[in-house]
């Protein structure tokens, strides 16, 4: 069982950067993709990021291609959120969420549909002041 935990939410302003962080534990038995969700209020859950376990496959939401980078370090089994220019439409849960290429595969895959993320946190809420 893998276990997903965020961190690094919180109050900014406007224009401001925040990094959030996802910090794994657990065994997993082949190489996993990693992706971004967030959820304003009163909207239903959207995908930002993902990115494959290996760093060579990445995917950004349109809306926000050039403000937020993804990274990850497998050797501290963490991976990362980077959004700069934070306007207030960037208020949401943020959730971390993980694919297993063994056996759902395959391993590059980044797609956005929540539904093929079996592992979840329980999110991070990030408050944009305008």
């Known amino acids: 069982q893998v276990q997903l935990v965020e961190s690094g939410g919180g109050l900014v302003q406007a224009g401001g950067s925040l990094r959030l962080s996802c910090a794994f534990s657990g065994r997993t038995f082949g190489s996993y993709t990693t992706a971004w969700f967030h959820q304003p209020p009163g909207k239903e859950r959207e995908f930002v990021a993902a990115i494959s376990w290996s760093g060579i496959n990445r995917n950004y939401a349109d809306s926000v291609t050039g403000r937020v980078s993804i990274s990850r370090d497998n050797a501290k089994n963490t991976v990362y959120l980077q959004i700069n220019s934070l306007n207030p439409e960037d208020t949401a849960v943020y959730y971390c969420?993980?694919?297993?290429?063994?056996?759902?595969?395959?391993?590059?895959?980044?797609?956005?549909?929540?539904?093929?993320?079996?592992?979840w946190g329980q999110g991070t809420q990030v408050t944009v002041s305008s």
């Open positions: 969420a993980a694919r297993s290429a063994t056996p759902y595969g395959p391993s590059w895959y980044t797609g956005p549909r929540w539904h093929d993320y079996e592992y």
